[in-house]
């Protein structure tokens, strides 16, 4: 009878003379003890690998019986199967082989669907796709030596990374912020001052009034409908200049520009009153109380350009303090 694989159903032929009627005919197939059947021309799976004898009985209702056995090879038979996710244009797909196997060893040979292909168990490809998502069938053949192979293919899709990048136009401390990528999903932005903005659409305004001059690293995560995400930082110089506190605040600051000592007048004490003392980056350097309308302060400042917070009462004012030596 030859040789077959030990998952794929066989079919059984009977192929002698039958009586007839009225005599009726029966059948006993005996599958190696693994199965037995009465039909005429069944299909059995036989699982156990090796030689394996066949035996069919033929009866007739007369009493007459004739039995036949024939040897069948069964082997070992693999049953391909892979997983693979979708990814993004810069990760590689990683494939899971999930092969099961009777017995024996298989080799195996991928086909990655760009020309490309690989031997290894468990291999992961780089697909180059120009920035278009595509889809690609991938063919994983496992071929047993001496023995039944199989081979499945499924599709993986790679997907396109978002453009990355932004512009930006400023007007006094008022940025307006344009992505690359106009069809994204997502637009993550950072602004440097400790701002944030988490958006669906591609333009963003920001004013930076925490410090009204400084040089500030924007930054841009953008995310498209498959999950991919690009990243881009720009960093963006705002300058205003010299201020002053404001006319009818009451509270000015003299001399400036000055060594880093300098005299805080603040005319009308409505209450708790505190002075806070900023470089451009926005990070503290003091924080002080006020106990009185008239403050000599020596701070030793190095020389640049700070922002001073004075906050009277429930009232905030802000200058700049340039320091000289």
């Not at 066989?10 to 005599?23: D, E, R």
């Not at 693994?34 to 209702?61: C, D, M, R």
């Not at 190095?302 to 802000?318: F, I, P």
Request: hydrophobic letters at 30%; glycine letters at 8%.
């Amino acid at each position: 009878m030859g040789s077959t694989c030990n998952l794929k159903p066989i079919q059984f032929t009977f192929t002698g003379t039958k009586s007839s009627s009225p005599i009726a005919t029966t059948f006993n197939w005996d599958f190696a003890t693994e199965a037995n059947s009465s039909l005429q021309n069944p299909f059995q799976q036989l699982n156990n690998t090796g030689k394996k004898a066949i035996k069919l009985k033929v009866s007739i209702s007369n009493g007459c019986i004739d039995i036949i056995t024939k040897d069948i090879d069964i082997k070992s038979q693999a049953k391909a199967d892979f997983d693979a996710e979708d990814v993004c244009g810069d990760s590689q797909a990683v494939f899971i082989n999930k092969t099961t196997l009777t017995s024996g060893k298989a080799n195996y040979h991928w086909s990655f669907g760009d020309g490309k292909t690989s031997t290894a168990d468990v291999p992961s490809h780089q697909y180059s796709i120009g920035g278009i998502s595509r889809t690609f069938n991938v063919k994983l053949a496992a071929n047993v030596p001496n023995a039944c192979s199989d081979s499945i293919t499924k599709a993986v899709t790679i997907n396109a990374k978002p453009k990355q990048g932004f512009t930006y136009s400023k007007s006094g401390q008022t940025v307006n912020f344009t992505a690359t990528e106009s069809n994204a999903t997502n637009y993550q932005w950072t602004f440097g001052d400790g701002g944030t903005a988490n958006t669906s659409k591609p333009n963003q305004s920001y004013t930076y009034s925490k410090f009204s001059s400084g040089k500030y690293t924007a930054c841009l995560r953008v995310t498209n409908l498959a999950g991919c995400f690009s990243d881009s930082c720009i960093e963006i110089q705002i300058n205003l200049g010299f201020q002053t506190f404001s006319k009818g605040s009451g509270t000015s600051i003299f001399p400036n520009p000055n060594t880093g000592n300098f005299t805080l007048k603040i005319s009308e004490p409505k209450g708790e009153m505190t002075i806070e003392i900023y470089n451009q980056i926005g990070q503290i350097l003091y924080k002080l109380a006020l106990n009185q309308a008239i403050n000599q302060l020596d701070l030793n400042l190095a020389n640049g350009v700070y922002l001073v917070k004075v906050m009277n009462g429930g009232d905030s004012y802000n200058s700049r303090v340039i320091a000289r030596r």
